[in-house]
């Protein structure tokens, strides 16, 4: 049986962790290698939960604020502390003219 998300985040309590192998869930076949995580895996199961309802709510604090039933100041904290963890990937955008050329 498939275990969630938050059990695992809870056995390695924020540290790194790297995956070593994958099942397809309809089939017998495993592959086997070397895989990181996704930065969203990292955050512990409540921080999950927060992002997934922040993106459910598209980005509205005050909706945030009538759901979990807390202050705007207290959302915009628990923002601030869930980017802190997160690595955020550079984005250059490229031109029509540079991706024709490639």
Known sequence: MAK??????KMT???????????LVDSDIAIEGNFTL???ANLSGED?????AFVRCHGSIK???EMFGISYPTVKNRINRVAK???FV???AIS???EAIS
């Open 85 to 87: 963890q997160l690595e």
């Open 13 to 23: 309590q924020g540290k790194p962790v790297t995956v070593e192998r994958v099942r």
């Open 96 to 98: 029509a003219q540079e």
């Open 4 to 9: 969630e998300w938050h059990e695992l985040t």
């Open 63 to 65: 909706d945030m604020e």
């Open 48 to 52: 999950q939960v927060f992002v997934m």
């Open 38 to 40: 996704p930065p969203l």
């Open 90 to 92: 550079e984005i250059v």
